[in-house]
C-alpha cells in the first residue's frame, strides 16, 4: 500500500536572495523591452522607496507565496528594514510560515501531479496539494489546533489580526521555532505589524472556530476587522509618505489601497500612496480587482502615477529578481524598524 513517505520525500527550498546579486541582470535588463523592461523599472522604484527614509513601506502578499519557496525573502527584508508593515492573506501567514515554525515542511510533487490524476490517492492519505506542492493533512491539523491554543491562553476580547499574529510571534519565541526563518518571528522581533484582513480564511479560522464553540457561551476571543482597517489606516495618517510592494492583489491589495480614503473620510488630508509596485498575472479586462492597474487606482485617489509599475510575471521569477537588486543595491543600509507594533499597542499613532 502506498504510504505518505513515498509522496514526502523533497522539501521545497527557500531561496537566498542574500547570497548572489543579481544586480548586473536586473540592470541589463533594463536595455532589454517588455516585462524585463517593467521589471527593472519596479526595481529601481524599490530601491528609491528604501532611500527615501520618510517613506513606510507596506508589503501585500496573495496567493500561495511561502509554500512556494519564498519565505526567506520575506524574513530577510523584515531583518533589514526593507519593509515596516504587512498585509496577507491569512494561508500565506498562517497556514505555511507559522506552520513551518512549527517544524513541518511543504514537499516537492513530481510533474504528474499537477495534472489533478492522482488527487483521489492523496486525499486517502491526508495529503493536500498546491499545484506542484504538497502539505501533510494531518500536519496542518497541528497548527489549527496550536492556533487554538493561543487564542485558548489570551484575554477573552476582540482582537485585530495584527495583535493575533504578534501573540502567534510571541508563541514562536518563547516555546522556540523550529526554522531558521520566520516572517511571523521576525515581524514580531522588529515590531513589524501584520495584519490579515480576512483571517479566518485559513488554520487560524479553524482554531478560533473550535475555540469559540468550545466556550459554550462565555466571554470568548474574537477579531474585528474594522479595528484591522482602523490600525492600519493609523499608520497612514501617522506616516503620510508611503510605497506599497503588492505580490499578487485580491484582499491584501485593496486593505492597503483604500487607508488613504479611510483617512480621508476621518477628516485627514492625507497624500496618495507615493510609490506603488504590484507583481500579477491577473488580467485587467475582467474588472476584477487583482488584475486592475495602479493608474486605475489613482481614479480612486489611492496611488499616485509618478513611481508605479505593474510587473506581468509569476511571484517565484519577478521577487527574487526585485528584492534581490534592491538588497545588493544596500538602500536599506541606515533603516530602523519603525516600532509600528508597539506604537499600536501603545495608542500612541
Not at 492522482?118 to 489546533?145: F, P
Not at 519565541?173 to 505589524?193: C, D, F, M, Q
Not at 502615477?305 to 506581468?312: G, N, P, S
Amino acid at each position: 500500500m502506498t504510504s505518505k513517505s513515498e509522496f514526502l520525500k523533497r522539501p521545497i527550498e527557500h531561496v537566498d536572495i542574500t547570497r548572489d546579486s543579481v544586480v548586473p541582470i536586473v540592470e541589463a535588463m533594463g536595455q532589454m523591452a517588455y516585462s524585463a523592461r517593467d521589471l527593472h523599472r519596479a526595481a529601481t522604484i524599490y530601491d528609491r522607496m528604501l532611500r527615501d527614509r520618510d517613506c513606510g513601506i507596506i508589503l501585500c502578499l496573495a496567493g500561495s507565496l511561502i509554500s512556494a519557496g519564498l519565505k526567506r525573502v520575506f524574513a530577510d527584508m523584515i531583518r533589514s528594514h526593507m519593509v515596516d508593515a504587512i498585509v496577507s492573506t491569512g494561508a500565506n501567514i498562517v497556514d505555511q510560515d507559522f506552520f513551518e515554525a512549527l517544524g513541518f515542511k511543504h514537499w516537492m510533487a513530481e510533474d504528474r501531479f499537477k495534472y489533478g490524476l492522482d488527487d483521489e490517492k492523496l486525499r486517502e492519505l491526508h495529503i493536500d496539494r498546491i499545484y506542484d506542492t504538497l502539505i501533510d493533512e494531518d500536519e496542518l491539523r497541528v497548527c489549527d489546533e496550536t492556533t487554538r491554543k493561543i487564542a485558548d491562553s489570551l484575554e477573552p476580547r476582540p482582537y485585530s489580526s495584527r495583535e493575533f499574529v504578534a501573540e502567534m510571534g510571541k508563541y514562536l519565541a518563547e516555546t522556540g521555532a523550529k526554522t531558521g526563518a520566520s516572517i511571523v518571528l521576525e515581524a514580531y522581533r522588529e515590531e513589524v505589524p501584520i495584519f490579515c484582513p480576512a483571517f479566518s480564511d485559513c488554520s487560524a479560522g479553524f482554531g478560533l472556530v473550535a475555540h469559540q464553540a468550545a466556550r459554550h457561551g462565555k466571554p470568548k476571543v474574537s477579531l474585528d476587522s474594522a479595528k484591522d482597517f482602523y490600525e492600519l489606516t493609523r499608520l497612514k495618517v501617522k506616516n503620510e509618505s508611503t510605497g506599497l510592494f503588492m505580490i499578487g492583489g485580491g484582499t491584501p491589495k485593496n486593505f492597503a489601497q483604500d487607508i488613504v480614503v479611510a483617512a480621508e473620510v476621518l477628516g485627514h488630508d492625507v497624500p496618495m500612496h507615493k510609490y506603488a509596485i504590484q507583481i500579477t498575472v491577473a488580467d485587467v479586462r475582467d474588472g476584477a480587482l487583482s488584475g486592475s492597474t495602479l493608474k486605475e487606482a489613482s481614479s480612486w485617489g489611492k496611488v499616485d502615477t509618478t513611481y508605479e509599475q505593474m510587473v506581468y510575471c509569476e511571484a517565484t521569477i519577478a521577487v527574487p529578481l526585485i528584492v534581490g537588486y534592491a538588497y545588493h543595491k544596500r538602500g536599506w543600509e541606515g533603516r530602523t524598524s519603525r516600532g509600528w507594533s508597539s506604537a499600536l499597542d501603545r495608542d500612541q499613532v
